[in-house]
């Protein structure tokens, strides 16, 4: 599995995000019976206003958010709540790039505060969700929030984290 991680923040604490990052890619491509030595992710740990400026520019919302995520293809679902077209790489080939994810430690400490959960528990969560969505799955509908919110509390589960529902 390759993670790349840029930190523009120099906030974040860099050996809990590679670590967690690690074991959260694992947890899900496990959990979806993925090879993860023929796939790559890219994640971006910034700050508010790094988030806030990508969120304007992507989705025409100028606020800071807790993660944003780009995949690298299209998978979705052509029915809602159907699992999506999961990567099929070659496995003599380089690792196919799933995407690049985003992560703002202002608002993911100040959730993980509010929530009363632990920092680790939360960034662990939106290390999962941003991945799904990489894969290809969303919550636009209540049949594809059903279905990637039980993934969601699955894959935690398997890191020891609660049900974030």
């Not at 019976?33 to 740990?45: E, F, G, K, T």
């Not at 100040?110 to 290390?127: D, I, N, Q």
């Amino acid at each position: 599995m390759e993670i790349d991680i840029l930190i523009e923040d120099a906030s974040w604490d860099e050996g809990t995000l590679e670590a967690l990052a690690a074991r959260a890619c694992a947890a899900t491509f496990e959990d979806l019976r993925l090879d993860p030595q023929h796939l790559a992710v890219s994640i971006l740990a910034c700050d508010d206003a790094r988030i806030a400026a990508l969120n304007s520019e992507f989705r025409g919302k100028a606020t800071p958010t807790n993660v944003l995520s780009w995949p690298a293809e299209e998978r979705a679902a052509a029915t809602p709540g159907e699992m999506p077209r999961l990567p099929d790489p070659d496995p003599t080939g380089p690792p196919e790039e799933l995407g690049d994810i985003a992560l703002a430690l202002g608002v993911l400490t100040r959730e993980a505060t509010e929530a009363g959960k632990p920092f680790e528990h939360h960034l662990a969560h939106l290390l999962v969700h941003g991945l799904l969505h990489l894969l290809g799955f969303d919550h636009m509908t209540e049949a594809d929030a059903a279905l990637m919110e039980g993934l969601e509390t699955r894959i935690l589960a398997r890191l020891g984290v609660p049900d974030p529902y």
